[in-house]
């Protein structure tokens, strides 16, 4: 099925290429790059911005004004609240790009609903949508079906990847150990090793927990009282 659905969407970008060169149309592409963390195995922003402008070049040919929007690294797709990412929409809001490319959907957005929003957008402001991975275009039926499909899987990764950490995080408390972020108000961070492996533990703060005690002595007197 993958194959049949990438077949179709090399046909139809085939069909694009032909017609923006025989009609040497020139356009204003946007080019959408975002990395939520650092990952040695993952495609670096640069990497991104290389395979979408090489398929601008092999489809829709040379001429075009490119802008590039890679200033969201390290923010997650969950949200549409990136610096660049709103740059990206507001010039599409201004009519100024023809066309957004992305190497991957889900680089625009893991929330479908957020995605759908975005995409109704792109439509009012005659605004193209392609991504490069998925080999998909939204310029036929079949395009804008497979880019829903699409969504739906990436927004079912994203609650994946959610509902590990949540599972991961309740069994190191349940195993005895802090999972993550700043120790509470009396308490520090201490580092162990159990079983050849390093864990993280709250110890008392000699400096802070005077603090805590007396807060908690205050809560219980006014309790009583």
């Keep these: 099925h993958n194959d049949y659905f990438c077949a179709i969407g090399l ?64 923010i997650s797709g969950a949200t549409t609240d990136r610096p660049c990412f709103q740059k990206m929409m507001s ?60 969504q739906v899987f990436a927004n079912l990764e994203r609650d994946n990847i959610r509902e590990r950490i949540i599972d991961n995080m309740n069994h190191i408390e349940q195993a005895g150990y802090w999972p993550s972020g700043l120790p509470p108000l009396g308490y520090k961070i201490a580092k162990i090793i159990e079983h050849g492996k390093k864990h993280t533990i709250l110890e008392i703060d000699e400096e802070t927990s005077g603090i805590y005690f007396h807060l908690v002595d205050l809560f219980l007197s006014q309790r009583k009282t």
């Design 91 to 150: 010039d599409i809001e201004n009519d100024i790009i023809d066309m957004v490319v992305c190497y991957m959907i889900d680089r625009i957005s893991r929330n479908i609903k957020d995605f759908c929003n975005i995409y109704f957008m792109l439509q009012e402001h005659n605004c193209r949508f392609v991504s490069v991975k998925e080999n998909i275009d939204d310029t036929t039926a079949m395009g804008r079906a497979m880019l829903y499909i699409c």
């Design 11 to 74: 046909f139809n970008i085939a069909l694009l290429h032909v017609y923006f060169y025989k009609e040497n149309i020139c356009m204003v592409i946007a080019i959408y790059c975002r990395k939520s963390v650092y990952r040695d195995t993952s495609d670096s922003i640069k990497n991104q911005i290389d395979m979408c402008k090489d398929f601008i070049k092999r489809c829709y040919g040379e001429g075009h004004t490119i802008l590039v929007y890679d200033q969201d690294e390290g």
